[in-house]
């Protein structure tokens, strides 16, 4: 079985960040591991609370998953300090992973900022040139590529500044009132639109979390980049799909929808 790692914050409502990841990584079939960048208190409402581990304890995890369950896939969300992202990068290096995805995550889907000005720098220079692929959203795109994405042109532009400043294949997804759910991956000089629907479920807590993971979990069975990110933009549209309802603000989506088993029989008297 292959193994993915997450490098992420804990959420405590349980739809984004590590606990997304897992559910994710499990849903595609991939064993789970992680080392936690910070502990949030969140729900669907918004973030409450940020309180982040120090660089040393991160490493101690890293050293403790890379020396014993290797990962084929390291997929890296919240990192909110310009410490913590040095020392992911050095143990990166390190270890001599391999089909690294990042999902530069700036502003929680609830509008909280979780990470800070000298921290994207950080990211720009140490983390995202070891990247495979990097998967910023609209915002996320205009502060990497450092220009206005308007149209889906301005997407393209974006996406070629962005993987040939850092050297790494770069999704721009879309939304944000661009396009309906289209995604663009720029990869070696050419690109590839990804055309989705848009589904009408306002429950979108943790997509950019659930998207990365299912893209890692797919390079971490051997998937080529194309297909990974064809197969997770499938698996993030039946999670929304399934339309489940929880919280009184934007709410998670179901993981496991496509899971259907004994054990997942609902209990009858």
């Not at 490098?7 to 409502?13: L, V």
């Not at 969300?77 to 020392?87: C, K, T, W, Y």
């Amino acid at each position: 079985m292959k193994s993915a790692l997450t490098i992420a914050g804990s959420d405590s409502s349980g739809g984004a960040g590590i606990q997304a990841d897992i559910k994710t990584m499990c849903a595609n079939h991939v064993f789970a591991t992680s080392a936690i960048t910070a502990l949030t208190a969140q729900n669907t409402l918004g973030v409450t609370g940020i309180m982040d581990v120090t660089a040393e304890f991160l490493a101690k995890q890293l050293d403790a998953v890379f020396t014993d369950i290797y990962p084929d896939a390291v997929k890296i969300g919240m990192v909110s300090s310009s410490d913590l992202i040095e020392m992911i990068a050095k143990k990166l290096k390190e270890y001599k992973a391999e089909n690294i995805v990042v999902d530069p995550v700036m502003v929680a889907t609830s509008g909280a900022r979780l990470i800070s000005e000298d921290a994207i720098e950080t990211l720009k220079k140490e983390l995202l040139p070891l990247a495979t692929l990097i998967t910023p959203n609209i915002p996320e795109a205009e502060v990497l590529s450092e220009m206005e994405i308007t149209d889906e042109a301005s997407m393209v532009e974006a996406a070629k500044k962005i993987s040939e400043n850092f050297g790494c294949a770069t999704l721009v997804k879309g939304g944000h009132q661009i396009n309906d759910a289209n995604d663009l991956l720029y990869s070696n000089i050419s690109y590839v639109w990804f055309k989705g629907k848009r589904i009408n479920n306002s429950n979108t807590h943790g997509t950019g979390c659930t998207l990365s993971s299912a893209i890692a979990s797919n390079l971490a069975k051997g998937y080529d980049l194309d297909t990974s990110v064809k197969r997770a933009k499938d698996y993030i549209s039946g999670a929304l799909g399934a339309m489940l309802d929880l919280g009184k603000g934007s709410g998670p989506m179901d993981h496991s929808f496509a899971i259907d088993n004994e054990y997942t029989t609902e209990y009858e008297e």
